[in-house]
């Protein structure tokens, strides 16, 4: 309900933020054998009806970036970004990073 590009993109990137803390399986690197920070680059798209589509990983296991992609999936529908008020879809980056100790 905030105004403001800047607060908008704010308050989205907190909401996005607490759902991949809440999410995210962090013990399957663990399980894995992986020990130190891992990072995890995840790329999407909001489409024109707010979908999430063209979900792209790439991280340190197979295995991460499924649960990447998972928990990327589970982003409830938006709605869709606007340019000269026609829907547009909007492509984002988002780190995950984490570390892993014994």
């Known amino acids: 309900k ?3 590009r800047e607060a908008k ?3 989205m990137s907190q ?3 607490k759902l991949i803390q809440r999410k995210f399986d962090v013990e399957l690197a663990n399980e894995l054998g992986l020990i130190g920070v891992q990072k995890i680059q995840v790329q999407f ?3 024109k009806m707010g979908k999430v589509t063209e979900i792209k990983t790439r991280a340190p296991h197979p295995l ?3 649960e ?3 928990v990327v999936d589970l982003i409830p529908d938006m709605i869709p970004g606007k340019q000269r008020d026609k829907p547009v879809a909007v492509r984002y ?3 995950i990073n984490f570390k892993v100790e014994n």
Do not use: Q
């Open 93 to 95: 980056n988002l780190p």
């Open 68 to 70: 990447a992609e998972r």
């Open 2 to 4: 905030k105004k403001g």
């Open 15 to 17: 909401k996005i933020t």
């Open 64 to 66: 991460l970036s499924k």
């Open 9 to 11: 993109s704010k308050c």
């Open 45 to 47: 798209k909001i489409d």
